[in-house]
């Protein structure tokens, strides 16, 4: 698709000649590169609770931040008034991170190479209101009736439209339309008068609002909710020590996202802080592993057409058959480590400057059949979803709750179990990885990465994967 120049005027009120004299006044105190980022977001909200709408809202906000690079530094600044002389100013504040002679330059600004992962004609967002109510009414329907001891439900439905503009000094033009939308509910389950469990189920991506009437509906998440909640009320306390963990399909990447993904993010290995760094061509894993982000898988909630700083984003293999092969890295730190951009750049809105950042991470299928690997173990721990959980860079430790997990006895999935915490080292863990299922399954769209205060949307994925030695932290 080619976007003409009428387009750029009649949402951001600009023409090509503004932007190369925005570039031009970001480098006239020197530097090395400069980029524009301009954002038009519009969003809205719809949450029901006790079976009443209790909010419903709808947002637009607009800007441009304004970034210049010179050597390791890099200035920025931004702006929520697109006015000329509002973005001259954000430039020049930019600029003052440069010093040296001025790099004022004729800009020739072309449109950069792109995909074509969400042709969405219609973005939720542009439906009318009272289809999307509609959806949290039946999530709430549907988890109530599912099971008598379901006694509460909360359902939220979410979506955006971010049109976006970046324009580089090194000529780069892209614009882009990314479409969102996401639909979550949380139950709760409570029988002769003992505690409540929580069931939580979600999904959503970069789709039409089609998507939540034909594939995957409302009652189909109210269920999966429902369901997990019931579920978790015949649990029984998790175990506690050193023992095998598998990891069932899905979701559950989350832990390889967290205790290995940003691991692999360039700005923590150019400083040196990461487990990770300067172990490229190093066996990091069992050979079984191979760990993929991939930015260009259509429809998914991680994926863009190009990252924010106006690359195409790519599938990067990070690690292979258990080898570490790179870093996902954005402009800085490819310079800086004298690396091609892997269309990693990622920010929150244009207020915030881009870093590294993963899109769809996950571990590809291997050849086991799952129910070889539940088999295969005498007594362990089946982990099927994930909670909140804690990692740290440096070390790789890591600390995730187990919201929904079963013991394995005698190679069979047992009872459920509650307060299940997975503690360990990210980089260790995947040395312990000794089976991997044929069954790879990403998840349902639901994933938000926070880092350095900034969160982003992304995907996670895994087969059932079997680790022969983790510690669980349980109350048995």
Sequence with gaps: MRFSESVFAARFNITKQDLEA??????????????????????????????????????????????????????????????????????RVAACIAAGPGKVEKFDLNEGARHNLYPVLTAPTETAFAERVDLVKRADRAARAYDPRI??????????????????????????????????????????????????????????????????????????????AVVMLDAVDAPAGEMTVVLGPGWPGILLHEAVGHGLEADFNRKGVSAFSGRVGQKVASELCTVVDDGTIAGRRGSLNVDDEGNPTRRNVLIENGVLRGYLQDRLSSALMRSDSTGSGRRESYAHIPMPRMTNTFMLAGESAPEDIIRSVPKGLYCVNFGGGQVDITSGNFVFS?????????????????????????????????????DLRLDEGIGVCGKEGQSVQVGVGIPTIKVDRMTVGGTA
């Design 22 to 91: 925005y570039l031009a006044e970001a480098l006239s105190q020197g530097g090395d590169y400069a980029d524009l980022y301009f954002e038009y977001l519009l969003t809205s909200s719809i949450s029901i609770d006790e079976s009443i709408v209790k909010s419903a809202a709808q947002g637009v906000s607009m800007g441009v931040g304004v970034r210049v690079i010179a050597g390791e530094r890099t200035g920025y600044a931004y702006s929520d008034d697109l006015s000329p002389e509002k973005v001259r100013k954000a430039a």
């Design 151 to 228: 006694f509460q439900v909360q359902a939220v439905y979410a979506d955006n439209l971010r049109q976006v503009l970046v324009a580089t000094s090194d000529g780069v033009l892209s614009l882009d339309r990314q479409p969102l939308a996401r639909l979550s509910i949380s139950a709760l389950a409570r029988q002769n008068g003992g505690p409540p469990q929580r069931g939580h189920a979600g999904g959503g991506g970069r789709v039409e609002l089609d998507y939540f009437l034909k594939e995957k509906t409302p009652e189909h998440f109210a269920a999966e909710a429902a369901r997990e």
């Design 402 to 438: 187990a919201s929904e997990s079963y013991l394995i006895e005698d190679g069979r999935i047992t009872r459920p179990v509650r307060n299940a915490t997975l503690i360990g080292n990210g980089p260790e863990a995947l040395k312990y990885v000794s089976m991997v299922g044929n």
